[in-house]
């Protein structure tokens, strides 16, 4: 009958090569997640806008950021048309955004998109607003809700937008607050 040993554990070379390999793994996952700019932001900011917060685009177009949500545009590719994006800064590598913010100059909208909204007053023009579920939760994706405001400013039309990743029809009261710190980059012409 053979006599088999069990062996006593790891040796000195197999336990250095196990850490090593643990530490490798751990500190290329600390470096992806870790976000040197700072905290994560909120989905939902829970302060008012502060001024020292407002981000500008080079054509004159502007809005206060929530705190810890940086912009999200490579603005050297976005210099023709005034647009501007934020989203909350992330600690973890994820698939999807928790939310996002976004005004741009748009061409004017169909009809179609207008019916579908109700008809408000932003800062004093005519605008369309709506807010929809535009993703349910699902098995590979979270859910995404929009809020969408089409800007008639005198002619020059505007879409301003959050998206939110959870299932919702309302728009959570602070973010008004941050949608009337929009400053619109002057009128070429004004039309009467």
Known sequence: MRNESRRPGFTKVEFLVIVSITGMLTLFFFKKTWNPKGPSGKMIPVTSPQEENRIFHPLGLSFIAPPNWDS??????????????????????????????????????????????????????????????WRKDSFDAPPCSIYCLLVNRNGQWWRITYEIGKETTTLPSIMREYFDTIRFPPLSKEVV
């Open 72 to 133: 999200n545009l490579i603005m050297r590719y976005h210099q023709d048309v005034p647009r501007l994006s934020v989203a909350p800064r992330n600690r973890l590598m994820i698939r999807y955004q928790r939310a996002n913010f976004n005004c741009m100059q748009i061409n004017q909208p169909e009809q179609e998109e207008l019916s579908k909204s109700q008809q408000v007053q932003f800062q004093g023009f005519p605008a369309f607003e709506r807010m929809y579920v």
